[in-house]
């Protein structure tokens, strides 16, 4: 009889040792997510920091600049040419209403470029520190057919 509460005693340490581990692991995993969740604000910085200072950002910041402010002048242009094409049209064309479309259409490609560029100047903390110093800070909403063009580049 005093063999089988042994095994008992064995088996019951064993139980409780188990429980204990599981205990422990579930609190240390409980102070780790404490931990990550203490660090995250002082990580994600650093990664901001990080990424925002990579060769690879930089550049595509410096270059999205340009590419948008062309993006802008190319908008410009098809406003002009869609504008001709409707001046000289007349209005019982049957393409008429496909001018006025067209010239609408290329009228709000250039606000989504100038708005995307405007957008990404006020961006003090990333990409608006890369912007070349001969770019415009912003360029403006209003474009009229055959008006003053934007410039990307004072040199």
């Not at 188990?18 to 994600?44: D, H, S």
């Not at 590419?67 to 002009?80: L, P």
Request: proline share 3%; charged share 25%; glycine share 8%.
């Amino acid at each position: 009889m005093k063999d089988i509460f042994a095994g008992f005693g064995i088996l019951g340490a064993i139980v409780i040792a188990f429980i204990a581990l599981i205990a422990l692991g579930l609190g240390l995993f409980v102070l780790n997510q404490e931990v990550l969740r203490f660090k995250a604000p002082i990580i994600g910085e650093t990664e901001r920091i990080e990424t925002v200072n990579s060769g690879e950002f930089r550049i595509r910041a410096y270059n999205q600049f340009f590419d948008i402010c062309e993006s802008v002048q190319n908008a410009e242009g098809r406003i002009d040419i869609a504008d001709d094409v409707l001046q000289n049209a007349d209005p019982s064309d049957r393409f008429y209403s496909t001018y006025v479309l067209n010239l609408a259409g290329a009228k709000q490609s250039r606000v989504n470029a100038v708005n995307d560029y405007n957008s990404n100047s006020r961006k003090d903390w990333t990409e608006a520190i890369f912007k070349d110093s001969d770019l415009p800070w912003g360029i403006s909403i209003d474009y009229e057919p055959h008006g003053r063009k934007t410039i990307c580049a004072t040199s």
